[in-house]
């Protein structure tokens, strides 16, 4: 970074800008910028014709590379593989991904293309919401917005669709539910599953319409019926198969699952760190079922003491392209709704022989640390291990134990909660920002209908947990990438990068409007100042309505194989190690991570780039289901309450002081420490 005391008449030397410049780039590898971003960026006290000299004297030296519009990007081996030229009609095909509008046009988003780009509706070609596709350019359209046609598609994002069944003598159709989803589904009278007219039912769609095919309307089976399940499972179901996912595991994929033996073989544990007769627990929900990571705990002669983060080791039942393994990778993770969980493996491997339950010996990948006598770590170790779990604690068991000090294991746990505090600690001096976003949680009757509403408290046993975790995913990143140092070793990091610039410029003048003041001139300054807004908030109600504002002008956490670190974190190195049974990165960092212990090994950077974006995307759309089943059952709840009236808290605003349609959460007990709905929009009209 370049930070000057800015001074009229003074400005930083070309080759000081240059080098700037430079750095900003290779650590911003993705990302393309122009000069007005820059001088923000970098805090540059230089016009921007200075600026733009040395963008292009780096393009002329091969450092940078220009990009869409009027951007830049970094040229050559640090850059991954993107459209580098602005794209023009007739020159090659675009891929991106389908955003479908009511009216039967599209838009497309194309990866580092600032505008999508607009399809009509004669162009869609059977498109559907969420397809990747590869796209023709037209002529731009008068507001300059890119057009265009789609040539082929490359991904469905559903082959599944949930609608009501219609008989005819000759065949069946399905209507679907979702409204863009344009077409009817033919159904053959042989492959209706035992379905009957008007039934609601699953459909999975064997063949699609295509210029070169005859066909008018997508062909399909039936695959589930849903006409004897409650409303609220159908609903569930319905967000599922909408955001994609699959609700049904293959015979392939159980076959290989179900074939494990329950029990241990002899001489893979005599492969692995015995760690069976060391005090090892787990600490998880009370209704959790798949228990992925336990922590062991014992002294060393020295004061010091060992700790060990224990994963279920996945890898070792799914090996790699088994039909098992290529399900997984295809959903990437397990989606958690209100009241249901759709796993990402079989609940043979989820909640049976990769779950570290209690009193079982079990298969890990573990990351040991020692800290010495003043709680300092001192070293680490990595490699493949079995336990034995003696104490599965539920974090409200576990919260007694470290509040009252007494109870099984008592001495172990907060020791262990000592270390945890101290890690956080330094974690925050570090510069990872602190934003306690509050997590809505229901509870449920037995139909699955809600009768009440919550917001889940996280309390120092959640943290313990929370802590150990992000230690043993930070060591593990740094580990690999300092045997990167000589040859890079291609890894799954799990990055973010700086806020949104003009977001967060935003959010600085609404945070100024209403007393809160921030310094963001650099990376560090916005760290400390949302620290000491999530610090103020605790005691300041207004204050607490921009945090989740906050967080919105946050960039978007994803999986890649270049390494920017991670901002929010405050962590240079940082990968996902912690969770194989419900996240498919970890499966492939523990696979990368054991090929590396011993000696150097390197995957396909590009393929495995590709396998990143993919778990990226699948991690959305899950995220997505989430909202959705939230949402539902906010309004499930909410409809029992008409006519009565609520507290609610803003969790964002649109243009011009109006409020967004989303409230986080809502009680019915006035509280008179809390300002009333009219009063804050009082306070924000201006």
């Known amino acids: 970074m370049v930070n000057k005391k800015k001074s009229k008449g003074q400005v930083p030397a070309q080759q000081v800008i240059q080098q700037a410049i430079s750095r900003f780039f290779k650590q911003h590898p993705r990302k393309a910028y122009n000069a007005k971003q820059i001088i923000r960026k970098l805090n540059l006290n230089s016009n921007r014709d200075a600026v733009q000299h040395a963008l292009q004297i780096l393009v002329d030296r091969e450092v940078l590379a220009p990009a869409f519009e009027d951007k830049f990007r970094l040229n050559g081996e640090f850059s991954p593989k993107q459209q580098t030229d602005r794209p023009t009609p007739g020159k090659g095909l675009l891929t991106g991904t389908v955003d479908l509008t009511r009216s039967g046009a599209a838009f497309i988003s194309v990866p580092d293309l600032e505008r999508d780009i607009f399809i009509p509706p004669r162009s869609v070609n059977t498109a559907l919401q969420g397809d990747t596709v590869e796209v023709r350019l037209r002529q731009g359209r008068r507001d300059g917005r890119p057009e265009g046609e789609i040539v082929r598609i490359v991904k469905r ?213 020692t800290f010495d006598a003043k709680d300092k770590l001192v070293d680490r170790w990595f490699g493949k291990t079995i336990i034995h779990s003696h104490r599965r604690f539920s974090y409200e068991a576990a919260q007694e134990v470290l509040e009252t000090r007494q109870g099984d294991h008592a001495d172990a746990l907060l020791h262990v909660n000592a270390i945890a505090t101290g890690l956080r600690k330094q974690r925050f001096k570090d510069g990872s920002i602190s934003f306690e976003s509050e997590e809505v949680k229901f509870r449920l009757n037995e139909d699955g209908v809600p009768i009440e509403v919550y917001t889940k408290e996280r309390k120092e046993a959640h943290l313990l947990i929370e802590d150990f975790m992000l230690l043993a995913n930070k060591e593990v990143a740094a580990f690999i990438q300092k045997k990167s140092q000589g040859q890079e070793i291609p890894f799954v990091y799990r990055v973010h990068d700086l806020p949104d610039p003009d977001k967060l410029n935003d959010f600085v003048l609404f945070a100024k409007e209403v007393g809160f003041k921030m310094e963001v001139k650099t990376p560090e300054q916005v760290a400390k100042s949302f620290n000491k807004l999530a610090e103020a908030a605790k005691e300041n109600e207004l204050l607490r309505m921009l945090e989740p504002l906050a967080i919105r002008t946050m960039a978007k956490a994803a999986y890649t194989t270049n390494n920017i670190g991670h901002y929010g974190l405050g962590f240079a190195d940082y990968t996902h190690f912690t969770s194989p049974i419900r996240r498919y990165s970890d499966v492939l960092v523990h696979r990368i991570l054991e090929k590396n212990l011993e000696r150097d090994w390197r995957d396909d950077k590009a393929l495995l780039e590709v396998k990143c974006r993919h778990i990226s995307q699948q991690e959305r759309r899950a995220m997505d289901a989430e909202r959705e089943s939230i949402k539902y059952k906010q309004v499930e709840f909410i409809e029992k309450h008409v006519g009565e009236i609520f507290e609610g808290q803003i969790s964002g605003m649109m243009d011009k002081g109006s409020l967004s349609s989303s409230v986080v959460h809502l009680w019915k007990a006035w509280h008179p420490s809390v300002c009333s709905l009219n009063h804050l929009l009082s306070l924000t009209a201006g």
Request: proline fraction near 6%.
């Open 157 to 369: 994002l559903n082959e599944q669709f949930i609608g009501t069944l219609r008989l005819s003598r000759k065949h069946a159709i399905l209507v679907p539910d979702k409204l863009n989803m344009p077409f009817d589904i033919l159904i053959s009278l042989t492959d209706l599953a035992g379905a009957q007219d008007g039934e609601k039912v699953v459909v999975q769609v064997t063949e699609w319409p295509g210029p070169d095919k005859q066909l008018r309307s997508p062909r399909g089976i039936v695959t589930g019926r849903l006409n004897d399940q409650s409303i609220n499972d159908v609903e569930m179901q319905a967000i599922l198969v909408h955001n994609g996912f699959q609700l049904y595991f293959s015979q392939e994929a159980l076959q290989v699952a179900n074939a494990f033996p329950t029990s241990i073989p002899e001489e893979e544990v005599r492969k692995r760190r015995d760690f069976r007769e060391i005090l090892t627990f787990t600490i998880d929900p009370e209704d959790a079922k798949d228990f992925d990571d336990a922590l062991s705990y014992r002294t060393l002669e020295d004061g010091g003491c060992e700790i060990g983060v224990h994963i279920a080791d996945v890898t070792y039942y799914l090996k790699p392209d088994s039909a098992l393994d290529r399900e997984a990778y295809e959903r990437s993770t397990s989606v958690y709704l209100v009241d249901r969980v759709l796993p990402m493996l079989p609940e043979r491997l989820s909640n049976e022989l990769c779950s570290l339950r209690p009193d079982e010996d079990s298969l890990t990948f573990s990351a040991v640390f």
